[in-house]
């Protein structure tokens, strides 16, 4: 058997698109540029990957969770360097009209041409902010500008005291959340890597002053141990050191997936100094010093920052787990299955019910089969078209588990699970069935 893995965003487009993983946004309008909607598969994937990060980070003892508000005092992006800094230089091609990046673009940084028709009539490089704007309440004047935040961290920064006093935790702790962040990125592109609007998953680490470096490690050494943990090869993943450093950090690193457009950045895992607590408190003129009680010293901590895009992990699971397993007969005709080799904990349905024949002596026994394991697990039932077609769309959903509902299962009580990376089948009676399964997910 030939193994072929994906080398070609495009094959992940359409798969989403024919299982229901990512549909482009307004699609019946002709779609809208860099916007994407996760569908009846993708929603339920995209809500399992957000419960693994979470999980990995609030189950643990000194880590807490928040969900802070999208809009936030404009005076917190003044503070954080947003308003003044974050910008992206752009250049405008007079003849093509194509606008593009000066900073990341290979023809203009060599030749000074544009990347789309080669012209050198080109305009000044300008800055742009990334951050969009709108107004709040009903006049649209300068003083009701609020932007959409372009990162979750400030919600972080903003709520440190809050979370310490009312968690009582000491330091070290952290605060993680799950939300929208919204850029108005130059070069959107390569399908859910980089949008306009998209879902970060950070964690900010408060740490004493001096310690920092060792924290940074420890982080770096955690969060590589999720993504093995999840079944990301070890292969396609490494670290990356930045060259340039942001204007808040001390020392970064990216974690890097290579996804079939190269290696590219997954997750950014930061030491951001003292600087976003000491901005906060010069700028909204409030002590964020913390008081550490046993050795009757303040500070201001220093923070330590795992910060990764959903949508980007939601990618790398999908170009991780694509495999085309392709076998020939002995006339050389091929076969090609393809498998979303999901570990179970993300893939959208655990356990597929396919009862053999529409009759209904088999669908009540099968649907009533799938109304229980519900109870416990995301269950999908088909009984269209032959087995061998319904095994095979489950394989492209990544579902770990097909059920059989056969004529034997009357008399028996017995089905047949099949599994979707080795296709084995065993027969288990149906009232083992829950408990044979959660023992399975758990071996993962
Ligand atoms: N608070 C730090 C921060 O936001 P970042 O490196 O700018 O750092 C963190 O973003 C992660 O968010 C990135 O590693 C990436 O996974 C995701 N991300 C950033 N911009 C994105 C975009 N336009 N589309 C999708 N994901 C994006």
């Known amino acids: 058997m030939k193994i072929k893995h994906c080398d070609d965003l495009n094959t992940l487009v359409s798969l989403s698109k024919r299982r229901g993983f990512v549909f482009q946004s307004s699609e019946i309008y002709g779609g809208l540029a860099s916007c994407w909607d996760y569908g009846p598969l993708g929603s339920l994937m995209k809500l399992n990957v957000k419960r693994a990060w979470w999980n990995a980070m609030t189950r643990r003892k000194d880590i807490v969770g928040i969900d802070a508000a999208i809009l936030m005092h404009p005076m917190v992006w003044k503070a954080s360097g947003h308003v003044d800094g974050f ?13 593009f990046r000066a900073d990341n673009t290979d023809s203009y940084i060599n030749e000074k041409k544009c990347p789309n028709c080669g012209s050198k009539d080109l305009s000044e490089e300008r800055n742009f902010n990334l951050m969009f704007k709108t107004h709040m309440g009903p006049l649209e004047d300068t003083g009701s500008v609020v932007y959409l935040r372009p990162e979750t961290a400030q919600g972080h920064f903003v709520n440190f005291q809050n979370c310490q006093q009312s968690s009582r935790y000491k330091i070290p702790f952290g605060i993680a959340a799950i939300g929208k962040s919204f850029r108005n990125e130059i070069t959107p592109g390569n399908f859910i890597f980089r949008t306009r609007e998209f879902e970060q998953m950070e964690m900010q680490y408060f740490v004493k002053p001096g310690t920092d470096a060792e924290y940074f490690n420890q982080w770096k050494e955690i969060r590589m141990n999720f993504y093995t943990k999840y079944g990301i090869k070890k292969e396609n993943i490494k670290f990356k050191d930045h060259d340039k450093l942001a204007h808040y950090a001390k020392a970064a690193v990216d974690v890097e997936y290579k996804f079939p457009m190269g290696y590219s950045e997954l997750e950014g895992i930061h030491n951001r100094s003292d600087f976003d607590l000491s901005q906060h408190s010069k700028f909204s003129g409030k002590n964020l010093e913390y008081f550490d009680e046993a050795n009757k010293e303040k500070y201001i901590p220093y923070v330590i920052e795992t910060a990764v895009g959903c ?3 939601f990618l ?45 002596e088999l669908s009540s026994i099968a649907e009533k089969l799938r109304d229980d394991l519900a109870m416990d697990f995301d269950v999908t039932y088909d009984e269209a078209q032959s087995i061998g077609k319904r ?4 394989d492209e959903a990544g579902t770990p588990f097909c059920v059989t509902v056969d004529f034997d299962t009357i008399n028996d009580q017995a089905v047949t699970v099949r599994h979707r990376d080795t296709m084995v089948q065993e027969r288990i ?14 071996s993962f």
């Open 429 to 442: 009676a149906m009232s083992q069935l829950s408990s044979y399964i959660a023992g399975k997910l758990k």
């Open 316 to 360: 790398a699971f999908l170009c991780d787990a694509y495999r085309e397993e392709i076998t020939a007969d002995a006339e050389g005709k091929e076969d090609v299955r393809v498998v979303l080799g999901l570990h179970p904990e993300i893939a959208p349905y655990k356990v597929a019910i396919l009862p053999l024949s529409k009759k209904e």
């Open 87 to 99: 910008s992206d230089p752009l250049v405008d091609c007079k003849s093509c009209k194509t606008r």
């Open 311 to 313: 949508d980007r992990l």
């Open 391 to 394: 095994y095979r769309r489950q």
